[in-house]
């Protein structure tokens, strides 16, 4: 069944401890991307990469991390620099080509303890 | 740069009445629009997409939008709302700032929330 996992559905985080989020896609699709969801702020973007191996900040880097290590998967860590990681966080894919539509997986709800 | 806005962050309809939800872009390059509708704790589903040619596009579940260029407008419309309507929707502008091997990104809206009463 193709499609992209987000894994967990939720997570908790102690203070001072880094978490990591996973993005697995069967999809096949060279573009990999995380946004952060906050009630009333829409979709903001984390980091993206276009191809294994590369990826670009996006507008909220500050406190996270990724790798690109292999097509299928692009997993997030939230660093204990990031003061306030409480939100909803987005796992979306892409192929190329301007006019194709991002697809989403459904989500890991990262709360703090 | 791309930006999107989109007019009330929540729309109340009864059930059978019209849905109209707005969308207004800027964009220096011809758009590529998208709407998409999120029920709550999931991700986004795409509701339909405007590229190019036909500015009427067709969506599931009913939904349809009309790129009106001269309006800068992306409008979502029903014309009978449905309980199973009730989600927040996203209006989205695709980021064509780099054509070759481009960042591809999308800008999105704040975001629409419809409750659909009885």
């Known amino acids: 069944d193709g499609g992209i996992t987000q894994s967990p559905k939720y997570l908790f985080r102690k203070e001072g401890q880094n978490v990591t989020l996973s993005c697995e896609q069967n999809?096949?699709?060279?573009?990999m991307y995380w946004y952060r969801q906050d009630p009333g702020q829409g979709l903001r973007l984390i980091y993206y990469s276009q191809i294994v191996n590369d990826f670009q900040k996006g507008d909220i880097a500050e406190g996270y991390s990724v790798s690109r290590e292999k097509k299928e998967s692009f997993p997030l860590t939230v660093t204990s620099a990031q003061k306030n990681p409480t939100a909803f966080y987005l796992c979306?894919?892409?192929?190329?080509?301007?006019?194709?539509?991002?697809?989403f997986g459904d989500g890991t709800r990262l709360s703090i303890l | 740069a791309q930006s999107v806005t989109q007019l009330g962050s929540h729309v109340s309809v009864s059930e059978g009445a019209l849905v109209l939800l707005r969308c207004n872009y800027s964009?220096?390059?011809?758009?590529?629009l998208f709407w998409y509708v999120q029920y709550p704790n999931q991700g986004l589903q795409l509701l339909l997409k405007?590229?190019?040619?036909?500015?009427l596009v067709k969506g599931i579940n009913g939904f349809e939008a009309e790129f009106k260029k001269s309006e800068t407008s992306f409008h979502l419309t029903k014309p009978s709302a449905h309980m199973s309507d009730a989600a927040e929707y996203f209006c989205?502008?695709?980021?064509?700032?780099?054509?070759?091997?481009?960042?591809?990104?999308?800008?999105f809206g704040k975001g629409t929330k419809l409750t659909v009463n009885p």
């Open positions: 964009s220096s390059v011809p758009p590529y």
């Open positions: 405007y590229t190019t040619g036909a500015t």
């Open positions: 979306a894919t892409k192929s190329q080509g301007a006019s194709q539509p991002q697809h």
């Open positions: 999809l096949n699709h060279d573009a």
């Open positions: 989205a502008v695709s980021d064509q700032r780099t054509v070759s091997g481009g960042s591809e990104k999308l800008v």
